[in-house]
């Protein structure tokens, strides 16, 4: 899954993909360097970031999905958190919903999901737990989202999981998480795995401080994911990361 921020403020590129042309070439390239998915966002969830009104979110991501719809078979998956949104990009031509709220953060966001018939990313964000106790809250917490998700008349398989790697979440908390990616992938639903660029890769190697300096522990974490079962990897780093993942294939061979 190639990440595509039509941000001016995203914690890796804001800004870079401002302009629809230039977003609509960058998803073109992540097409080439072998992305599935690629994922747009026309909001960040950095630490800190201002919240957008749907109009401009809208103003941001519809356009380039339009595009890259018209011009890729690659699936297009919507990072919006906002109901709304999530309708006009699926009527724009996307066939995939990333919601970092789970499906939480609006009356109507269960409802939209089922009525859109569409795979649904659920992700954890916030962690109350402790160090010890987070993986058990991400694997209640993701159970219980999908079993919301299911009763709210999603097809199971259109349930997608994500844990927030990073997300409101310690250093210690997310390599917790990555320890137990076996333990959430056998909830019986897709994972998704998003650690490309963050910060954790700068708390266990202070020489990155830079996001632009992390293409390594990012691959890292990816392989790692892939060994363990998930479904897919968010990167920035397509060329790089596929890469990876097939020489990691050709040595040990799936799983």
């Known amino acids: 899954m190639g990440i595509l921020n039509t941000t001016p403020d995203s914690f890796s590129d804001g800004g870079r993909y401002l302009d629809v042309d230039a977003a609509i070439a960058r998803g073109l390239k992540l097409a080439g360097e072998g992305a599935d998915i690629i994922d747009i966002g026309g909001e960040s969830t950095r630490p800190g970031a201002e919240p957008v009104d749907g109009a401009t979110e809208l103003a941001r991501v519809i356009p380039v999905v339009a595009g890259l719809a018209a011009r890729t078979d690659v699936i297009i998956s919507i990072d919006t958190m906002k109901p709304a949104v999530a309708r006009a990009a699926i009527a724009a031509g996307a066939r995939m919903w990333n919601d970092v709220t789970a499906l939480s953060f609006a009356p109507d966001s269960l409802t939209t999901a089922a009525d859109l018939g569409c795979p649904v990313v659920l992700m954890h964000w916030r962690a109350g737990a402790s160090d010890e106790g987070v993986v058990?809250?991400?694997?209640?917490?993701?159970?219980?989202?999908?079993?919301?998700?299911?009763?709210?008349?999603?097809?199971?398989?259109?349930?997608?999981?994500?844990?927030?790697?990073?997300?409101?979440?310690?250093?210690?908390?997310?390599?917790?998480?990555?320890?137990?990616?076996?333990?959430?992938?056998?909830?019986?639903?897709?994972?998704?795995?998003?650690?490309?660029?963050?910060?954790?890769?700068?708390?266990?190697?202070?020489?990155?401080?830079?996001?632009?300096?992390?293409?390594?522990?990012?691959?890292?974490?990816?392989?790692?994911?892939?060994?363990?079962?998930?479904?897919?990897?968010?990167?920035?780093?397509?060329?790089?990361?596929?890469?990876?993942?097939?020489?990691?294939?050709?040595?040990?061979?799936?799983?």
């Open 136 to 255: 058990a809250e991400v694997l209640d917490y993701l159970a219980e989202r999908a079993s919301a998700a299911i009763a709210g008349g999603m097809a199971r398989e259109h349930v997608w999981l994500d844990p927030g790697i990073g997300f409101s979440k310690t250093p210690a908390q997310s390599l917790a998480i990555l320890r137990a990616l076996d333990r959430i992938v056998a909830l019986g639903f897709p994972v998704v795995l998003g650690a490309s660029r963050k910060r954790l890769i700068s708390r266990v190697d202070p020489s990155s401080p830079t996001a632009a300096e992390r293409l390594g522990g990012s691959v890292a974490v990816a392989m790692a994911g892939a060994r363990a079962g998930v479904a897919t990897v968010r990167v920035h780093d397509v060329r790089e990361t596929r890469q990876a993942l097939l020489m990691q294939e050709a040595i040990h061979g799936r799983g």
